[in-house]
């Protein structure tokens, strides 16, 4: 392997997108007029999202995507930088403008988002490389726009296919429907869905047997988060729920999926039992709610502020 290339434990390839997140007493009807309470600006888009909480829980990591020439495409790459991201791998679009989504969210921490895929859209197997690829020990793949989306996915699975892939597909991936994504499902070790989005792709009611329908198709771990109900879990030999963290009151939901995928993912490296890193996504999402923006996750130190983390800490 080439000397120059970092050797991570997770890269994420998909969307890197500016969030901008407007606070809300209530949604508005049509041709109605509501008061912003608050306003922010924040880096975002899943794939991106992901990597940058597990840098804050200690996990070396890096991102595979675009962004747009423009004051947005140097903030996001910026915040990369000062999160510990690695960049090497990160591409900018020339006459293009940086992926953007408009979150607006109501007091009692429900959203809405309008998405703009800008350069995310130009995601090609010209963004891949494989030796890249190959140094680290996982892989996130995620949603994102753009005609050669897909079949780039379907690339990197097939090259990186002794590697760990954790696959969550998102609202533009699920909208291609179920065949669109056997590929993928059959190489990924690990999908994960919320429960519409399972119920969407598979057409079925029962969470179980939407489940098991995915599970059929080649991956060996289905993860299902339920909000304020935790997480299911299948694999070839189980299969459990485990409860969320129900004290932690939701100020902002933005993210807490994203948030989920980063701290099982960190725990599911470290060694650490399903269950275990389950329970630990369950608590880096909790503790997301509680603050605002799509990048939430604590990071080590303010873990240790929480009395919730003290299993886990004491693993490092």
Request: neutral net charge.
């Amino acid at each position: 392997m080439d000397d120059k290339i970092k050797k991570l434990d997770l890269i994420g390839i998909g969307a890197a997108n500016i969030d901008l997140i407007i606070k809300i007493d209530e949604f508005p009807k049509p041709d109605e007029e509501v008061k912003v309470s608050t306003f922010h600006i924040y880096g975002g888009g899943s794939a991106a999202n992901v990597v940058t909480e597990a840098s804050r829980l200690g996990l070396k990591t890096g991102f595979i995507g675009n962004v747009g020439d423009d004051y947005f495409g140097k903030f996001l790459i910026k915040e990369f930088k000062r999160e510990n991201v690695d960049v090497s791998k990160v591409n900018v679009v020339s006459g293009e403008k940086t992926g953007l989504a408009l979150c607006i969210v109501n007091k009692f921490g429900e959203r809405v988002i309008m998405a703009y895929g800008g350069a995310n859209s130009k995601l090609s197997l010209k963004n891949i490389d494989e030796k890249y690829l190959k140094s680290s020990k996982a892989l996130f793949l995620s949603s994102v726009e753009g005609p050669e989306a897909l079949k780039t996915m379907e690339y990197i699975c097939e090259v990186a296919e002794d590697t760990i892939i954790f696959f969550d597909p998102g609202c533009l991936f699920i909208n291609k429907g179920l065949n669109a994504l056997k590929k993928i499902i059959f190489h990924s070790t690990i999908v994960k869905f919320n429960e519409v989005e399972l119920k969407k792709l598979t057409n079925e009611d029962n969470l179980v047997e939407g489940a098991r329908k995915i599970k059929d198709l080649g991956s060996k771990i289905v993860l299902v988060t339920l909000g304020e109900k935790g997480c299911y879990v299948l694999t070839d030999e189980k299969e459990f729920k485990i409860p969320t963290y129900s004290q932690f009151k939701p100020l902002d939901k933005t993210g807490a999926g994203d948030a989920f995928n980063a701290g099982f993912l960190t725990g599911f490296l470290k060694g650490w039992s399903i269950e275990k890193a389950v329970k630990f996504g369950n608590l880096i999402a909790s503790i997301s709610i509680t603050r605002f923006g799509a990048r939430a996750a604590p990071s080590l130190n303010e873990l240790k502020n929480y009395s919730e983390s003290k299993e886990f800490l004491e693993l490092w």
